[in-house]
C-alpha cells in the first residue's frame, strides 16, 4: 500500500493506516525505534521487557477476590501424596 509522506510543523509524517496499526499492536502515545538501513526506513515497536517475579511475589498478590476455586481431582491413584 502506497503513502504520501506530508509536512507536519517542521517534520515530514506518514499515516498509518488503522488495520497496519492493529495488526502491529500500535496505539496513540506508543514508542518507536525509527532507523535507516540498506536505504529503508525502519520502524520498531518498543516493546516493554517482561519484568521478572518470584514465586514469593506472586503468591502475595493472591486475594479472596481473585482466588480461583478448589478443584476435586478425585481419588488418589497409585502412591500420590496429598
Same mark, same amino acid.
Given at each position: 500500500m502506497?503513502?504520501?509522506?506530508q509536512r507536519w510543523g517542521n517534520s515530514l509524517?506518514?499515516?498509518?493506516?488503522?488495520d497496519v496499526a492493529r495488526a502491529c499492536d500500535l496505539a496513540e502515545g506508543a514508542e518507536l525505534?525509527?532507523?535507516h538501513e540498506?536505504?529503508?526506513?525502519?520502524?520498531?515497536l518498543e %516493546?516493554? @521487557?517482561?519484568a +521478572?517475579?518470584?514465586l514469593r511475589q506472586l503468591v502475595a &498478590?493472591?486475594?479472596? %477476590?481473585? @482466588?480461583?476455586? +478448589?478443584?476435586?481431582?478425585g481419588r488418589r491413584a497409585? &502412591?500420590?501424596i496429598w
Open positions: 502506497r503513502r504520501r509522506v509524517a506518514v499515516r498509518l493506516p488503522a525505534d525509527v532507523r540498506g536505504g529503508s526506513i525502519v520502524l520498531v %516493546r516493554p @521487557r517482561r +521478572r517475579y518470584t &498478590r493472591i486475594t479472596p %477476590r481473585n @482466588r480461583p476455586e +478448589r478443584v476435586d481431582f497409585g &502412591r500420590e
